[in-house]
């Protein structure tokens, strides 16, 4: 859960910018590219954002710095989209996002409070078949594990949309005790989140040294997960769905621990190619910065 200021707008730290950077970079890019599709075959793109949040959020390191959170980034791309459509759970973050309406009067703002998986599923993928001619572009940015594997799916069915995803390996990794293999109400969650669950076995392994006892049972226990293990994992699931995936890149707060990874899936190779060159220009930044 993200802190909140004194005017209820949330407090994000340096890797959430460096993240809605990478977002506005690569919207910039997916504009000019569907811009250029409406002089032949395509009739609309859109821009979709799941977890709108809190619009103008703080950041952390000094508190009276606003920064343009991830619907402003999407409205102030040029060339426009034709329609933005922006959900959020939370009531005190819609009326937020109502306030666009008036910033922004030439674009085509729909809102919707609620689960965005129950809007994405019920509203958004039946405007958006395939014999639309139209494209979307969805950001997926929870917290935490809120985006259900089948939302994903459902997404990618439609094949006209891209999907860019700050997935939680956090989220994960918390789920998973050290010292026994996860419960089965823990796998289902993982399983409602990640498709498959497979691969939880293969990280719970006996203690190398043998028990003295050779009748008795060796514990399982698990060894610290890898995030880029992890990362890759997601992007494979994400490969079962989408034919282009990027490599997803790792975000990680101040004190270098990876909180997400930040993933594009899509349907045409250009947007992974572009996506990777984006996120390889990022790493190398952030290798000189450290
Ligand atoms: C990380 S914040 C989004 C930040 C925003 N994308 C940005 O970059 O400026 C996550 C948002 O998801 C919302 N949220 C949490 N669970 C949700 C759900 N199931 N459906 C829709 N929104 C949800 C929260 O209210 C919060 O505003």
Redesign the pocket.
């Known amino acids: 859960m993200?802190r909140l200021g004194n005017e209820g707008e949330?407090i994000i730290g340096r890797w959430?910018e460096e993240?809605?950077d990478l977002l506005a970079k690569y919207l910039k890019a997916y504009s000019v590219i569907m811009n250029e599709q409406k002089k032949s075959w395509l009739r609309a793109y859109y821009y979709v954002?799941?977890?709108?949040?809190?619009i103008r959020?703080r950041a952390k390191e000094d508190e009276q710095r606003y920064i343009d959170?991830?619907?402003l980034r999407a409205l102030q791309t040029e060339p426009k989209f034709d329609a933005y459509w922006f959900?959020?759970?939370?009531p005190r973050?819609i009326e937020r996002v109502q306030e666009l309406r008036q910033e922004f009067p030439d674009c085509a703002i729909e809102i919707r409070q609620?689960?965005?998986?129950k809007v994405l599923c019920d509203e958004i993928v039946p405007r958006i078949p395939y014999t639309s001619k139209t494209r979307a572009f969805v950001?997926l940015?929870?917290?935490g594990l809120?985006i259900d594997w089948e939302t994903v799916k459902e997404l990618a069915n439609t094949k006209t949309c891209d999907i860019f995803i700050n997935f939680s390996l956090m989220g994960v990794t918390r789920l998973l005790p050290r010292d026994q293999p996860p419960e089965s109400e823990i796998i289902e969650q993982l399983s409602k989140v990640m498709g498959s669950t497979n691969w939880i076995d293969q990280i719970y392994q006996p203690p190398v040294q043998l028990s003295l006892f050779a009748d008795q049972e060796p514990a399982l226990s698990r060894e610290t997960i890898r995030s880029e293990w992890l990362a890759s994992l997601y992007a494979q699931q994400l490969r079962s769905l989408f034919p282009h995936v990027s490599k997803p890149v790792l975000m990680k707060n101040s004190t270098n621990s990876v909180l997400y990874a930040l993933c594009l899936a899509s349907h045409n190779p250009t947007a992974a190619k572009i996506t990777n060159d984006i996120f390889a220009r990022y790493e190398r930044l952030r290798q000189l910065g450290s």
């Open positions: 993200s949330d959430s993240k809605l954002d799941a977890f709108a949040g809190s959020p959170g991830s619907p959900i959020d759970i939370s973050r609620g689960n965005s998986n950001f940015d929870p917290y809120q």
